[in-house]
């Protein structure tokens, strides 16, 4: 039975002042998984973010205290205007609202100590601004969402250049495979995995990230300070 939600009044160009959750998928472009030594997964590998992972250009990407080794991961993210749950693939796209330009930004040291002890990757993935957005782009700009060009740069480097073709598993089936687990509201958000290139940063580097002929956004590394 497929359940849909109701569309609400609320300000979609402004969900990361309201939305519920922001839902991951790793490893869903092969070289990147190659790239971390991971095997090609055969179904989607999914974590969570907070909202309060989102942060906005103007602010900065804070490098959490614990971590020697925090990477950039460019993405594509898929934003959610009508809920559902167990939505079809043949009418996923009938529930996105539009898309951002996102980086899902990971402590890579404490992801590996996570997965070598078989914990979850929280520490590595949900800390505050772990989630860079781009301001909300319309879904008519981005009319064939499996075929446009992310790319990213560090001090004006190209680290990340990659086609959303390359990913293993589509925007519907990702859709279909999400809402049969985890129903999808209104405003929530899907990371859709990162092409190969990713690397670590510093403190006061400075990243760029682009989708070809629709968006860029600039954010800088800063630290965060431990608390005593």
Same mark, same amino acid.
């Given at each position: 039975?497929?359940?849909?939600?109701?569309?609400?009044?609320?300000?979609?160009?402004?969900?990361?002042?309201?939305?519920?959750?922001?839902?991951?998928?790793?490893?869903?472009?092969?070289?990147?998984?190659?790239?971390?030594?991971?095997?090609?997964?055969?179904?989607?590998?999914?974590?969570?973010?907070?909202?309060?992972?989102?942060?906005?250009?103007?602010?900065?990407?804070?490098?959490?205290?614990?971590? @020697?080794?925090?990477?950039?991961?460019?993405?594509?993210?898929?934003?959610?205007?009508?809920?559902?749950?167990?939505?079809?693939? @043949?009418?996923?796209?009938?529930?996105?609202?539009?898309?951002?330009?996102?980086?899902?930004?990971?402590?890579?040291?404490?992801?590996?100590?996570?997965?070598?002890?078989?914990?979850?990757?929280?520490?590595?993935?949900?800390?505050?601004?772990?989630?860079?957005?781009?301001?909300?782009?319309?879904?008519?700009?981005?009319?064939?969402?499996?075929?446009?060009?992310?790319?990213?740069?560090?001090?004006?480097?190209?680290?990340?250049?990659?086609?959303?073709?390359?990913?293993?598993?589509?925007?519907?089936?990702?859709?279909?495979?999400?809402?049969?687990?985890?129903?999808?509201?209104?405003?929530?958000?899907?990371?859709?995995?990162?092409?190969?290139?990713?690397?670590?940063?510093?403190?006061?580097?400075?990243?760029?990230?682009?989708?070809?002929?629709?968006?860029?956004?600039?954010?800088?590394?800063?630290?965060?300070?431990?608390?005593?």
């Amino acid at each position: 039975m497929v359940l849909v939600s109701k569309m609400s009044t609320r300000n979609i160009a402004r969900f990361w002042e309201w939305g519920k959750k922001i839902i991951c998928v790793g490893r869903n472009y092969k070289d990147h998984a190659i790239e971390l030594k991971n095997a090609i997964p055969s179904e989607p590998v999914l974590f969570l973010k907070p909202p309060s992972a989102y942060v906005r250009e103007g602010s900065p990407i804070l490098l959490p205290f614990y971590t @020697s080794s925090l990477h950039h991961e460019v993405e594509l993210g898929v934003l959610i205007g009508q809920g559902g749950t167990a939505i079809p693939q @043949s009418s996923a796209m009938d529930h996105v609202a539009g898309y951002v330009l996102c980086l899902d930004m990971t402590a890579r040291d404490v992801q590996d100590e996570c997965k070598s002890k078989g914990l979850p990757w929280t520490l590595a993935k949900a800390f505050n601004t772990s989630c860079p957005i781009s301001d909300f782009i319309p879904k008519e700009k981005i009319p064939d969402p499996g075929n446009i060009n992310l790319w990213l740069k560090v001090n004006n480097i190209v680290k990340q250049n990659g086609s959303t073709s390359q990913m293993i598993f589509s925007i519907p089936y990702l859709i279909n495979y999400i809402s049969q687990i985890i129903s999808l509201e209104e405003g929530d958000l899907i990371l859709t995995g990162t092409p190969k290139g990713v690397s670590s940063v510093q403190e006061q580097d400075e990243l760029q990230a682009g989708i070809d002929g629709i968006v860029t956004m600039t954010f800088k590394v800063d630290r965060k300070r431990k608390l005593i």
